[in-house]
Antibody, heavy 125, light 107 residues
Framework: EVQLVESGGGLVQPGWSLRLSCAASGFTFDAYAMHWVRQAPGKGLEWVSDISWNSGSIGYADSVQGRFTISRDNAKNSLYLQMSSLRAEDTAFYYC??????????????????WGQGTLVTVSS | DIQMTQSPSSLSASVGDRVTITCRASQRISTYLNWYQQKPGKAPNLLIYAASGLHSGVPSRFSGSGSGTDFTLTISSLQPEDFATYYCQQSYSTPLTFGQGTRLEIK
């Protein structure tokens, strides 16, 4: 059974940094691309970032480009999101999500087939 | 960015009803369209991939269709556990984008 467990969320002030982690199990982690998707409380889903199986291809939403950095450690079956210069509008549940394929490249029948339970990041003074 | 627009934004229906939710893309996306279900306080779950593929473990009352710019998600006979919010998502280009969601409520 695929399991994705996020951690690292919390309350931070605007301008601060935070690092989210995602521990993966139940599948061959280094064979799949991974994503971060966020959801502001009561709002819809927003794709944040993705990383290919070997970290060779990385993408970001414009809203986080230059502030967030995605990374992975295949030896530790872990995905990370380093967030800096946080803003109030970054407040959201952050989900770690498994891709159906290795690269995340589009156009393709890419789909997000397993999701973690989410971790809440609140940016407020 | 490709804009995804769902209709309706909310829908009231009864157990046993047949329900259709529509998703329209701002440009042609072939069949690179997925559907997710999200229940309150939970993470989304994949229902349909590539417009019409049924994800493993998803009941056969769920089906998807469409190509190009117009897509539909159909639930053939609503069950109590189907009352949730549904999102479409395109995988034609980055950034991946989602529809705003359709909230399906009990009548």
């Amino acid at each position: 059974e695929v399991q994705l467990v996020e951690s690292g969320g919390g309350l931070v002030q605007p301008g601060w940094s935070l690092r989210l982690s995602c521990a993966a199990s139940g599948f061959t982690f280094d064979a799949y691309a991974m994503h971060w998707v966020r959801q502001a409380p009561g709002k819809g889903l927003e794709w944040v970032s993705d990383i290919s199986w070997n970290s060779g291809s990385i993408g970001y939403a414009d809203s986080v480009q230059g502030r967030f950095t995605i990374s992975r450690d295949n030896a530790k079956n872990s995905l990370y999101l380093q967030m800096s210069s946080l803003r109030a509008e970054d407040t959201a549940f952050y989900y770690c999500v498994k891709d159906s394929g290795p690269t995340g490249q589009v156009p393709a029948a890419v789909h997000l087939d397993s999701w973690g339970q989410g971790t809440l990041v609140t940016v407020s003074s | 960015d490709i804009q995804m627009t769902q209709s309706p934004s909310s829908l009231s229906a009864s157990v046993g009803d047949r329900v259709t939710i529509t998703c329209r893309a701002s440009q042609r996306i072939s069949t690179y369209l997925n559907w997710y279900q999200q229940k309150p306080g939970k993470a989304p779950n994949l229902l349909i991939y590539a417009a019409s593929g049924l994800h493993s473990g998803v009941p056969s009352r769920f089906s998807g269709s469409g190509s190009g710019t117009d897509f539909t998600l159909t639930i053939s006979s609503l069950q109590p556990e189907d009352f949730a919010t549904y999102y479409c998502q395109q995988s034609y280009s980055t950034p991946l984008t989602f529809g705003q969601g359709t909230r399906l409520e009990i009548k």
